[in-house]
């Protein structure tokens, strides 16, 4: 007798999400077997914050939000020094497949990556090109830090008002990942005051209220939780999600299985 079909996340996520119920459900001792996609979209994820950070970099956001708001032209014309994302230290937070290929697309713009993620090893950073350093060192050295770590109890608010204040002065933070990795109120605070640009696409409430701070901040680039919402990588979404669920009307495992303490893991 077959187990029923496996329970996907709607996201396609590893099953880490805030945004489609953080991780597929399991039936009260019963035989559905959980599964995840975790590769299907990885290229849209990456190309998605590799164009944040360089959004990030040169401040395409401060322009736009000025020229729109009926800014006179010099007024427009004006913000802090812009960079290059060639010769730019940029800093990973994780190193999942979407990070990887965000590494590769920055990197192949001549970025330098720094990566923090205690189960890389230096076999691994080698690979890539990136160096290993802690969390404390890659805020404290990074122009732009990108963040996509896995949602757990011990990365609940990661990003704190001590760590976002460790940043220097004009660098940004991209957040594509989770609301759950970073202090929403601290990072209002650091933009509101003037020291940190940013790019997010999650937060703490979603839909983000039409009244929210975030929504009229200037040095803020924001999405509606659409960072891999490529039409490429819904295909390939919705072929690895049937292609699970296929394996197991066959009697075969799932490619991507999922147990109950990868769940009891995760948020």
């Known amino acids: 007798m077959l187990s029923p079909p496996a329970q996907v996340g709607a996201c396609g996520c590893e099953p880490r999400c805030n945004r489609c119920g953080d991780s597929p459900p399991v039936s009260n001792g019963r035989a559905w077997p959980a599964t995840a996609v975790p590769g299907a979209r990885p290229e849209a994820g990456g190309s998605r914050r590799a164009l944040a950070l360089l959004h990030r970099v040169h401040r395409v956001h401060r322009f736009d939000h000025a020229l729109r708001s009926g800014a006179d032209w010099e007024t427009a014309s004006t913000a802090p020094p812009r960079h290059e994302i060639h010769g730019s230290e940029i800093g990973m937070i994780g190193a999942s497949r979407t990070d990887r290929a965000d590494i590769a697309l920055v990197r192949a713009l001549g970025a330098r990556v720094s990566v923090g993620d205690p189960f890389l090893d230096a076999g ?44 220097p002065d004009g660098a940004g933070l991209v957040n594509t990942a989770r609301s759950w990795l970073v202090d929403e109120e601290a990072l209002l605070a650091e933009v509101r005051g003037g020291r940190l640009d940013a790019a997010i696409d999650v937060f703490d409430t979603e839909p983000l209220p039409a009244d929210h701070p975030f929504r009229t901040l200037p040095k803020v680039l924001l999405t509606a939780h659409q960072a891999a919402g490529t039409a490429e990588g819904r295909l390939r979404l919705g072929a690895s999600a049937a292609d699970e669920v296929r394996r197991l009307l066959d009697g075969r495992e799932p490619a991507h299985p999922v147990g109950p303490e990868a769940l009891a893991r995760v948020h």
């Open 124 to 167: 691994e950073a080698a690979r890539l090109g990136v160096r290993r350093v802690s969390l404390d060192r890659l805020l404290r050295g990074s122009r732009v830090v990108a963040v996509h770590a896995p949602a757990t109890a011990a990365t609940r608010r990661l990003l704190d008002a001590r760590r976002l204040a460790s940043m």
